[in-house]
């Protein structure tokens, strides 16, 4: 059983406990309401961190202290090939993960990241904000589409996938499972994304940095990109080698 399956339990029964208190007037109204709100707050943080390991278990973080990989999200994109350039130029090989309608629109990039021996890596198809709505049958749909046109154009069957914004529920874990791939998160969030300023940006992953990191990317912005060449260099400074990230995890990249 997963974490969420053990907490829903204790749920019904800690609820029974507190009608039953409240009906013999032991406990005061309130306490419905309060109990619910925090089982539903607990959900919340249970879909949206896949640390927590709630309803699928991820890999979000390698053993070795001395290990640490780059990945990068939503690709191809605008600045997947600058990326690759920078990656080449340093020597570091990382995993692309990558959204089918995007490959399709890219195909060569695609290859080329294999070809420069980086991971290749399953983001779904749309990546849609409606991803973590579907029945897990669509969702496996997505994740199949995807995967069948990786491996078109690479000819290996990708084994990792990381869920669209890293959101979980049931229905992926399905999903998931079904599919037979590991589900790959991060344990170094960089709000590239979001952020206004390289330095800023690139001093909050360096000073966050520890061994074993999974450090996330996203090869859509043209910041990370940036900041990429001064970022490798430091973090090797303070001693870390970049691997690849099926090499940080003992996990096959390729079914
Ligand atoms: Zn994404």
Known sequence: MRPFQYIAILFVVLLGIITYLYFRGIIGFVWLPVFCVLYVTLLYFGVTQIQWNFYISSYNK??????????????????????LDVLRQEQVKAAFFCIGKHIEQDQALVLRMYDEGHVVGNHSYYHSSGFDWMSSKRMLAEIEKCNSLIRKITGRQPHMFRPPYGITNPNLSRAVKRSGM???????????TVARDGEQLKNRIINKLSGGDIILLHDSVPLTREILTDLIRQARKKGFTFVRIDQLLDVPAYA
């Open 62 to 83: 390698g053993n070795n202290k001395h290990f640490i990989a780059l990945t990068f999200d939503d690709g191809p994109n605008t600045e997947t090939s600058a990326i």
């Open 182 to 192: 590991a589900s790959i998160g991060w344990s170094l969030r960089s709000f590239d």
